[in-house]
């Protein structure tokens, strides 16, 4: 028997939890089904039958779970369980009787020196366990798929946070663009400012020009009629 204790993960509670209300769900399905059988088989039945399969459909519903995972199942090793009949508990140790029934190694001791018979189906044991060769394979493969999930899950997260510094990065650069930006619309709104002031002093400007225009005209013409009149005494 081997002495190893390592650690329950949690891939191996979520298998555990699975089978245990994959368990739950035959149990309840049987339970209607014999009930289905004891119906008398007249008008009624058949909506007994039908009501019977409503009530099937409303405890796969309840019961069932979704267990998120990228591994293929293997038929072979679903059979196999991870959990002792005993305690409910991961393996410890386990080991196997000759009716292909699995227990930790101290539960089966245990429940030895209460009753010779095997705790599930209550044959004789004979006391011989045996190391459960297969039950081990299997916990250690649903370890390394833990380990593996953990790894991936990992990159993952790393990705996600290369992917959250560029974000911040692109966002600096953002933040960035839009203050140079605003300091080149400022700019150019006190350009603008100029501008309109330079155009409102040229516009002085030319009406000041245009009425000393007006003045000169008038200055010149002046001075026309006088030198008429001097022109004309000579």
């Known amino acids: 028997m081997s002495d190893s204790g390592e650690a329950k993960t949690s891939e191996e509670e979520s298998l555990l939890a699975e089978q245990e209300t994959e368990t739950r769900e035959g149990e309840m399905t049987k339970n209607l089904k ?9 008008e009624g039945s058949k909506n007994e039958s039908s009501r019977l399969e409503k009530l099937e459909k409303k405890v796969k519903k309840a019961t069932s779970r979704k267990l998120e995972t ?34 930790c190694d101290k539960c089966a001791l245990k429940h030895q020196t209460e009753n010779d018979n095997c705790f599930v189906c209550n044959e004789p044991t004979l006391g011989v366990f045996d190391t459960a060769v297969k039950i081990k394979e299997r916990i250690d493969e649903e370890r390394e798929k833990a380990r593996a999930m953990v790894k991936e ?29 605003e300091t080149m619309v400022e700019k150019v ?36 009629a006088v030198m008429k009149t001097v022109m004309w005494n000579v």
């Open 34 to 42: 014999k009930r289905g059988l004891d119906v008398d088989k007249d």
């Open 70 to 103: 990228d591994f293929e199942p293997r038929e072979e090793n679903d059979a196999l369980p991870l959990a002792c009949s005993i305690c409910k508990k991961p393996f410890l140790d386990p080991v196997v009787t000759k009716c292909n029934h699995y227990f």
């Open 153 to 181: 899950v990992r990159a993952m997260l790393e990705k996600a946070s290369t992917m959250a510094d560029d974000a911040r990065g692109i966002s600096e650069k953002a933040v960035k663009m839009v203050e140079e930006i």
């Open 189 to 224: 709104a006190a350009m603008a400012t100029k501008a309109a002031e330079t155009a409102t002093m040229a516009a002085d400007m030319v009406q000041e020009a245009e009425e000393t225009m007006e003045t000169a005209k008038a200055n010149m013409a002046k001075a026309f």
